[in-house]
């Protein structure tokens, strides 16, 4: 396609651009349904079984418990799910639920991509959704990660749109640490972000940011100790996390199959909350102990952040076919990190691409802490979903825009 035709389909598209967003979404629910049909009733794996089960135990019982377990898994998921059951729904809804998180994503992706680039931009970004068969696989699964990126991405909406209060993103983003608590860490990026960006005036947004993100939080720690009489902020799994990813047997890609036997024997007798504690003490024991096979593995893991080769706990999932699906996926993604990087230089970085790009590097480093999967990056892989949308804003770009000198504000976007 000759320059001059992309630039007249460019400007048809965002002359129609709702009623291509909305043609969008409409094609991923179709998706959504025929593909959560073919699954038909049955959980393939643990954790679906799990999450649905501590649903039951909220509808059923009133109760939030797994086992002797009060607090093992983040809350907010098991939570939704237990509403929809309530309201009838079976797995073939829930599934459906997730596409519905799905389809508010492609919304929100608009929405951000637009502010970085053009309209084009937002459609390119939402569109892609349909492009990247792991999110549809995800989004298929009763898995807490298509929730955590719709959280995620509405989250960063409402952060730079620069809105008089940041309360209701406050709120958002405690939502999605309820969701997936690894998240957490990334309040401080964002507040050192908007410390860069807002430069005067930026106390009262962060004040308001750090209400909206405590409240919730509270709640659910002081249910925890009511219920535990212990003060734990979100769930007592950490402790399992870190040790899986930081023992003799881990590696780049054990995840959770890495052999903790030994440890998971010690423990049997303990509480939850002693138990939780004791897998953090053990692992950060093994670290301290192999302080140099400790930073190789980081490594090794940091750079399995980047893959999408896992190994599954759930064998009957493991194929080549799956692996190939996975990897043409996320090349483009890769491809993206790595080509806005080098062009910012050149053109330099708006501030909701900064952020973007922030969030997204500042969560490996996080995940590498405890281990890298594909599946538990998923959320993140949003963002990227929302670079690319930015990058392609500036290959077509107008005559104007051409001449102009890049600007770097993102009210001036």
Same mark, same amino acid.
């Given at each position: 396609?000759?320059?001059?035709?992309?630039?007249?389909?460019?400007?048809?598209?965002?002359?129609?651009?709702?009623?291509?967003?909305?043609?969008?979404?409409?094609?991923?629910?179709?998706?959504?349904?025929?593909?959560?049909?073919?699954?038909?009733?049955?959980l393939?794996?643990?954790?679906?079984?799990?999450?649905?089960?501590?649903?039951?135990?909220?509808?059923?019982?009133?109760?939030?418990?797994?086992?002797?377990?009060?607090?093992?898994?983040?809350?907010?998921?098991?939570?939704?799910?237990?509403?929809?059951?309530?309201?009838?729904?079976?797995?073939?809804?829930?599934?459906?639920?997730?596409?519905?998180?799905?389809?508010?994503?492609?919304?929100?992706?608009?929405?951000?991509?637009?502010?970085?680039?053009?309209?084009?931009?937002?459609?390119?970004?939402?569109?892609?959704?349909?492009?990247?068969?792991?999110?549809?696989y995800?989004?298929?699964?009763?898995?807490?990660?298509?929730?955590?990126?719709?959280?995620?991405?509405?989250?960063?909406?409402?952060?730079?749109?620069?809105?008089?209060?940041l309360?209701?993103?406050?709120?958002?983003?405690?939502?999605?640490?309820?969701?997936?608590?690894?998240?957490a860490?990334?309040?401080?990026?964002?507040? *050192?972000?908007?410390?860069q960006?807002?430069?005067?005036?930026?106390?009262?947004?962060?004040?308001?940011?750090?209400?909206?993100?405590?409240?919730?939080?509270?709640?659910?720690?002081?249910?925890?100790?009511?219920?535990?009489?212990?003060?734990?902020?979100?769930?007592?799994?950490?402790?399992?996390?870190?040790?899986?990813?930081?023992?003799e047997?881990?590696?780049?890609?054990?995840?959770?199959?890495?052999?903790?036997?030994?440890?998971?024997?010690?423990?049997?007798?303990?509480?939850?909350?002693?138990?939780?504690?004791?897998?953090?003490?053990?692992?950060?024991?093994?670290?301290?102990?192999?302080a140099?096979?400790?930073?190789?593995?980081?490594?090794?893991?940091?750079?399995?952040?980047?893959?999408?080769?896992?190994?599954?706990?759930?064998?009957?999932?493991?194929?080549?076919?799956?692996?190939?699906?996975?990897?043409?996926?996320?090349?483009?993604?890769?491809?993206?990190?790595?080509?806005?990087?080098?062009?910012?230089?050149?053109?330099? *970085?708006?501030?909701?691409?900064?952020?973007?790009?922030?969030?997204?590097?500042?969560?490996?480093?996080?995940?590498?802490?405890?281990?890298?999967?594909?599946?538990?990056?998923?959320?993140?892989?949003?963002?990227?979903?929302?670079l690319?949308?930015?990058?392609a804003?500036?290959?077509?770009?107008?005559?104007?825009?051409?001449?102009?000198?890049?600007?770097?504000?993102?009210?001036?976007?």
């Amino acid at each position: 396609m000759a320059a001059g035709d992309l630039e007249l389909f460019v400007a048809w598209a965002e002359r129609h651009h709702r009623r291509i967003l909305v043609l969008l979404i409409v094609i991923e629910l179709a998706v959504g349904i025929g593909y959560s049909a073919s699954l038909g009733p049955e959980l393939r794996y643990w954790d679906e079984r799990e999450y649905m089960q501590l649903a039951t135990s909220l509808l059923t019982q009133h109760e939030y418990r797994f086992g002797n377990d009060l607090a093992f898994r983040p809350p907010l998921y098991p939570i939704v799910l237990a509403v929809a059951r309530g309201m009838g729904a079976q797995v073939f809804s829930l599934r459906i639920l997730n596409f519905g998180f799905l389809a508010g994503a492609m919304v929100l992706l608009d929405r951000i991509a637009t502010a970085a680039a053009r309209a084009a931009a937002g459609l390119l970004a939402a569109a892609w959704v349909l492009l990247n068969p792991v999110m549809i696989y995800t989004a298929g699964t009763l898995y807490p990660q298509t929730l955590a990126g719709f959280l995620l991405l509405g989250f960063v909406a409402l952060i730079v749109r620069e809105a008089t209060s940041l309360f209701g993103a406050g709120v958002v983003f405690a939502l999605l640490v309820l969701t997936v608590p690894s998240f957490a860490p990334l309040l401080g990026v964002s507040v *050192l972000w908007l410390w860069q960006t807002r430069k005067r005036g930026v106390l009262r947004p962060v004040l308001e940011l750090a209400a909206g993100t405590a409240l919730p939080l509270a709640a659910w720690t002081l249910r925890n100790h009511a219920v535990l009489g212990s003060w734990v902020l979100v769930s007592t799994n950490s402790g399992l996390n870190l040790l899986y990813g930081n023992s003799e047997h881990a590696t780049a890609n054990s995840g959770v199959n890495a052999d903790i036997g030994t440890y998971v024997s010690a423990a049997a007798g303990l509480g939850e909350v002693e138990r939780d504690h004791y897998y953090r003490d053990m692992a950060v024991h093994w670290i301290a102990a192999n302080a140099d096979v400790a930073a190789k593995l980081y490594v090794a893991k940091l750079v399995h952040y980047f893959s999408s080769n896992d190994r599954l706990a759930t064998a009957t999932e493991t194929s080549a076919l799956r692996t190939v699906i996975a990897t043409a996926a996320f090349v483009p993604l890769q491809l993206t990190l790595l080509a806005r990087s080098v062009l910012a230089k050149r053109f330099p *970085l708006k501030p909701v691409e900064l952020l973007l790009l922030s969030l997204y590097l500042a969560n490996a480093l996080l995940a590498a802490v405890f281990f890298t999967r594909t599946r538990l990056r998923v959320p993140a892989d949003f963002l990227l979903l929302a670079l690319l949308g930015g990058l392609a804003g500036l290959a077509v770009r107008s005559p104007a825009e051409k001449d102009a000198r890049p600007v770097a504000r993102f009210s001036e976007s």
